[in-house]
C-alpha cells in the first residue's frame, strides 16, 4: 500500500508539473514574453514544493510559521504565479493578465503578489535575502524553512557566494539553497560563460550538505526534500539536473528558448504534447 501511494503522489505531482508547464506557456504566448525555457527547467521542482513540501496556507499568506520561498532566478515568474494560482493564493483566471499593463503580476516575481516573499530578478540577491531570513528565524527559534531557487548562470554572481560563505558559519540548516542547474544561460552554454564544474565539490568545500538529483525526477525529488535538513547544523544545496525547456520537445536542450516567445503554431504544438488546449 505505500508503494501504490507513492506511485499515486508521484502521478499527481507529475500532472501539477505539467499543469504549470502548460500555464506557463500560454501567458509567455499572450504576452509576447520572454523565459519560457527556464520557466519549463523548473516546473517538476515548483510541482513537487508547492504540493509536497512548503508549509504554507493560501487562506493565510502571512502565517508567522510558514516556509518562506525565494525564487531567486525572478525571470521564471510565470510558473511561480502559475503554482501560486493553482495553490489558491489568487485566482487561476488572473493568470491571464501576467505582463498585461496595469497587472500585478509582471515579468519578474513581484512582492506585491499574495504569496510571493521577495521581488527578485536582480540575480544574485535571493540567497544573501534568504540566509537572512533564516537567521532571524534561527534566533527567533521560529520553526519555518527557507527555501531558495537558484539558477545556474546566476552563480556567476559573486553575492552568491558570500552567501554560501555565510550560511554554514551560522549553522543554518534551516536553509535549502537549489540550483536549477540546466547547463544554459543567457548567451551561452553554462560550460563556455564561465564554467561551475565541479559544482557539488565547491558546496562542499564551503560546508553544504549536498546532494545532486535529477530535477525531473519526481520520486527522487519527494524523497530529498522528506529527507531535509541533509545534515544538522548545515544548510541544505541541491543541484538539480534539469532541462532547459523539459516538457516540449522542440524547445529542450535550447539556448533560443531563454528569450523567444511561441509562434501561434509553436504554442499548439507545445499545448498539444502537453495535453492541453490554448
Known amino acids: 500500500m505505500v508503494n501504490e501511494n507513492a506511485s499515486s503522489q508521484t502521478l499527481d505531482l507529475r500532472n501539477r508539473a505539467r499543469t504549470l508547464r502548460a500555464h506557463s506557456v500560454r501567458m509567455i504566448y499572450r504576452a509576447r514574453a520572454s523565459h519560457l525555457g527556464s520557466c519549463l527547467s523548473i516546473a517538476d521542482l515548483v510541482a513537487c514544493l508547492y504540493w509536497s513540501t512548503l508549509r504554507i496556507d493560501?487562506?493565510?499568506?502571512?502565517?508567522?510559521?510558514?516556509?518562506?520561498?525565494?525564487?531567486?532566478?525572478?525571470?521564471?515568474?510565470?510558473?511561480?504565479?502559475?503554482?501560486?494560482?493553482?495553490r489558491g493564493f489568487f485566482a487561476v483566471s488572473e493568470l491571464a493578465s501576467y505582463c498585461q499593463n496595469g497587472s500585478r503580476l509582471t515579468g519578474h516575481a513581484t512582492s506585491g503578489v499574495p504569496g510571493v516573499e521577495l521581488s527578485s530578478g536582480s540575480l544574485g540577491h535571493g540567497l544573501p535575502v534568504g540566509c537572512g531570513i533564516a537567521l532571524a528565524a534561527k534566533r527567533g527559534k521560529l520553526p519555518f524553512r527557507t527555501f531558495v531557487l537558484?539558477?545556474?548562470?546566476?552563480l556567476d554572481e559573486g553575492s552568491n557566494w558570500e552567501a554560501i560563505l555565510f550560511a554554514p558559519q551560522h549553522q543554518l540548516?534551516?536553509?535549502?539553497?537549489?540550483?536549477?542547474?540546466?547547463?544554459?544561460?543567457?548567451f551561452g552554454s553554462v560550460k563556455d560563460v564561465l564554467d561551475l564544474d565541479p559544482l557539488?565539490?565547491?558546496?562542499r568545500a564551503f560546508r553544504w550538505a549536498v546532494k545532486e538529483v535529477d530535477g525531473h525526477n519526481m520520486q527522487e525529488l519527494t524523497d530529498t526534500f522528506r529527507s531535509l535538513p541533509l545534515e544538522s547544523?548545515?544548510?541544505?544545496?541541491?543541484?538539480?539536473h534539469t532541462m532547459k525547456g523539459k516538457g516540449v520537445s522542440f524547445?529542450?536542450?535550447?539556448?533560443?528558448?531563454?528569450?523567444?516567445?511561441?509562434?501561434?503554431?509553436?504554442?499548439?504544438?507545445?499545448?498539444?504534447?502537453?495535453?492541453?488546449?490554448?
Not at 510558514?66 to 493553482?86: P, Q, T
Not at 524547445?251 to 490554448?278: C, G, N, R
Open 251 to 278: 524547445m529542450e536542450d535550447q539556448l533560443s528558448w531563454h528569450y523567444k516567445s511561441p509562434t501561434d503554431e509553436q504554442v499548439e504544438i507545445a499545448l498539444k504534447e502537453l495535453e492541453f488546449a490554448l
Open 150 to 154: 537558484l539558477s545556474d548562470g546566476e
Open 173 to 186: 540548516d534551516n536553509l535549502v539553497a537549489i540550483v536549477d542547474y540546466n547547463k544554459i544561460q543567457s
Open 58 to 86: 493560501s487562506n493565510h499568506p502571512a502565517w508567522p510559521e510558514r516556509d518562506r520561498f525565494i525564487l531567486s532566478k525572478g525571470h521564471g515568474a510565470a510558473i511561480l504565479y502559475a503554482a501560486l494560482a493553482e
Open 233 to 240: 547544523g548545515r544548510p541544505t544545496a541541491i543541484i538539480a
Open 200 to 203: 557539488a565539490d565547491k558546496f
